[in-house]
Nanobody
Framework: QVQLVESGGGLVQPGGSLRLSCAAS????????MGWYRQAPGKGRELVAY???????DYADSVQDRFTISTDNAKNTVYLQMLSLKPEDTAVYYC??????????WGQGTQVTVSS
């Protein structure tokens, strides 16, 4: 079994920044893809960004050029650097990992609130 633990959420003013971390209980090199999702109140869960084992990266249009996903294999951690935050970025952010044989793992989520 694999545990994913997110941290780094909080309350920030519009235009501010946060860095989310997702620490895995096992080596993240075992995953085919890792990503960040978010779910705002009353809305479905949406993909924010993902990074694949070959280094490919993609972002949702709404966060392109503001968010950056990265990994640190030595720390078994995936990060989401968020800049120029907007109120519409307010959501619970979830870390996700998928193995090559389609086993999915989710973190418990971390709340991000962008408000003045």
């Amino acid at each position: 079994q694999v545990q994913l633990v997110e941290s780094g959420g909080g309350l920030v003013q519009p235009g501010g920044s946060l860095r989310l971390s997702c620490a895995a209980s096992r080596t993240i090199t075992m995953f085919h893809v890792m990503g960040w999702y978010r779910q705002a109140p009353g809305k479905g869960r949406e993909l924010v960004a993902y990074i694949m084992s070959d280094g490919s990266i993609d972002y949702a249009d709404s966060v392109q050029d503001r968010f950056t996903i990265s990994t640190d294999n030595a720390k078994n951690t995936v990060y989401l650097q968020m800049l120029s935050l907007k109120p519409e970025d307010t959501a619970v952010y979830y870390c996700n990992a998928e193995t090559a044989n389609s086993h999915f793992y989710w973190g418990q989520g971390t709340q991000v609130t962008v408000s003045s």
